[in-house]
């Protein structure tokens, strides 16, 4: 179920934006951030992951604060997950948090909590192919035009209010794997370009539309 937010996120004035990101696996992604975000304008404050992952690696070598809110399917509670999960990010108090890689559908209490301030990266041009199959959806089907989405979370999956999108072409001869690939060297530069945008100029979401302000 998708939703909508009426909110703004200004541009933080006299300091960097405050960023926590979530991840769940490889955490190239990740890297992305550590390598790419401009710390005067974007600080990365930490990386939290729903299990041990490569992700959480990358983060403790590049000498960032981690953590772990663990989800173990048919075992763990969702609704104590979501609570946890939210406890987890109020105590970095961050002005947004990046879903990047992060394999867990985050549950309304916690979209709730932070209405309008989570967003997530997706290789598809939504609202084409959501769900966790998108790269094989879109070679199933034929297109000739795939990309790569940064957008609002909501309550739905990959449904909410989209933020920024880079097509990418399919070739022939792509297979799932190349064309992921493909689409992952899109991700990791847009979510940093995105990132760094919001910072200078802030967030305005009204409905389904989400827009970085101009400054011009």
Same mark, same amino acid.
């Given at each position: 179920?998708?939703? #909508?937010?009426?909110?703004?996120?200004?541009?933080?004035?006299?300091?960097?934006?405050?960023?926590?990101?979530?991840?769940?696996?490889?955490?190239?992604?990740?890297?992305?951030?550590?390598? #790419?975000?401009?710390?005067?304008?974007?600080?990365?404050?930490?990386?939290?992951?729903?299990?041990?992952?490569?992700?959480?690696?990358?983060?403790?070598?590049?000498?960032?604060? *981690?953590?772990?809110?663990?989800?173990?399917?048919?075992?763990?509670?969702? /609704?104590?997950? #979501?609570?946890?999960?939210?406890?987890?990010?109020?105590?970095?108090?961050?002005?947004? @948090?990046?879903?990047?890689?992060?394999?867990?559908?985050?549950?309304?209490?916690?979209?709730?909590?932070?209405?309008?301030? @989570? @967003?997530?990266?997706?290789?598809?041009?939504?609202?084409?192919?959501?769900?966790?199959?998108?790269?094989?959806?879109?070679?199933?089907?034929?297109?000739?035009? *795939?990309?790569? *989405?940064?957008?609002?979370?909501?309550?739905?999956?990959?449904?909410? %209010?989209?933020?920024?999108?880079?097509?990418?072409?399919?070739? %022939?001869?792509?297979?799932?794997?190349?064309?992921?690939?493909?689409?992952?060297?899109?991700?990791?530069?847009? @979510?940093?370009?995105?990132?760094?945008?919001?910072?200078? #100029? /802030?967030? *305005?979401?009204?409905?389904?539309?989400?827009?970085?302000?101009?400054?011009?």
């Amino acid at each position: 179920m998708s939703q #909508n937010f009426h909110t703004t996120l200004p541009a933080p004035q006299g300091r960097p934006l405050r960023i926590v990101a979530l991840a769940s696996g490889s955490g190239t992604l990740v890297q992305a951030l550590i390598d #790419n975000l401009d710390s005067a304008k974007v600080e990365l404050l930490a990386i939290g992951a729903d299990r041990d992952c490569a992700a959480l690696e990358r983060a403790e070598k590049a000498g960032l604060p *981690t953590f772990k809110v663990e989800y173990i399917p048919k075992v763990t509670d969702r /609704g104590q997950w #979501n609570r946890d999960l939210i406890a987890a990010l109020e105590s970095w108090d961050a002005d947004l @948090i990046v879903s990047a890689g992060f394999m867990r559908i985050i549950g309304a209490d916690v979209v709730e909590r932070f209405p309008g301030r @989570i @967003i997530n990266t997706h290789p598809a041009l939504l609202p084409s192919f959501p769900g966790a199959q998108a790269v094989v959806d879109a070679i199933e089907y034929g297109v000739k035009v *795939t990309g790569s *989405t940064v957008h609002v979370v909501d309550a739905g999956v990959d449904s909410g %209010p989209i933020v920024a999108q880079e097509a990418v072409n399919v070739h %022939p001869s792509d297979k799932v794997e190349s064309l992921h690939e493909k689409i992952k060297h899109v991700e990791r530069r847009l @979510i940093v370009q995105v990132l760094h945008e919001i910072a200078g #100029n /802030g967030l *305005t979401i009204e409905g389904r539309k989400a827009q970085i302000s101009s400054n011009d």
